[in-house]
């Protein structure tokens, strides 16, 4: 529980509640990985029902028998909380701000690495802006430091789909389907085939399974909150540019794009690396080949496991 919280706003918050798992190491016996989670993910990294198990365990590319792994719940995301006000006035630099303060009160000394993926990617560029100094290795995977206007019109879009829907968590996440696979990725897998008992074409059984998978662990106010804090992504939101931003940091940089991304486009990727390499930013770029899209980062993870052995 942090008490007397201040947003970046200045507004005041008296108490907000920041549950979290640890994998691994103890904390304070071993370095120390930060994983920010995805949009409807939580703290559940690793494990057997853990959304990254294939990456983070026992003799993984992230070796739990070598790092504490640490993982906060984005609060609002409706995992391990109790009571969270969706009222409040957050954006992503304040979850930021949050997690910074609660490292804090963990009394960790510096992190070994922030890795993240999607808006976790996008919160781990938040809190390098932030604090510099942070960590020695950040991973930004499928995400970007702003909000694009192509997420933001996509976010808005779900925002209206949620807000007016009959059936809102369920067709909100039929339309993000749609844009975190592509569609060579969803042609290839379903060949236009069809479901006989359902009657109905393979692609509308699996999108329909999706949403209702979903409905039934994800609350509508969560999926509005977190939507809200996706289209806030804005490291340069008091007008302070990207390159002040990140221009103290000592870490290296490591960005991961997936080529076929139509949500987090790789091309952002590459402007960001020029301008960071031009101000002499330790800075790599590794690009995930799959034609599945933005949630190549969740199947991929032979690729995922390559680039992370290298790195660790």
Known sequence: MLEDFETLSGSKIKKIQISYQVFGKKLGSAPVILVNHALTGNSLVSGINGWWNEIIGFEKPIDTTKYSVLSFNIPGNGFN????????????????????????????AKLHAIIGGSIGGCLTWEMIALNNDLASIIIPVAADWKATDWLIANTFLQDRILKNSRDPVSDARIHAMTFYRTPKSLNTRFTRTKNLDKNMYNVES????????????????????????????????????????????????????VDSDIFFLP????????????????IKIHILNSIHGHDAFLIETKQISDIFTKIF
């Open 81 to 108: 909380e109790n009571n969270f006000d969706f009222n409040l006035d957050l954006n992503l630099g304040d979850i930021a701000l949050l997690f910074i303060k609660a490292i804090d009160k963990l009394k960790l």
């Open 206 to 257: 699996w999108l329909s399974h999706h949403g209702t998978k979903l409905r039934q662990r994800f609350s509508l106010e969560s999926y509005l909150f977190m939507n809200k804090l996706l289209s806030s992504t804005n490291i340069t939101r008091d007008g302070e540019s990207f390159i002040n931003k990140i221009s103290k940091t000592k870490s290296s940089i490591h960005l991961i794009s």
């Open 267 to 282: 091309d952002e990727d590459h402007k960001t690396y020029s301008i960071a390499k031009k101000n002499n930013i330790d």
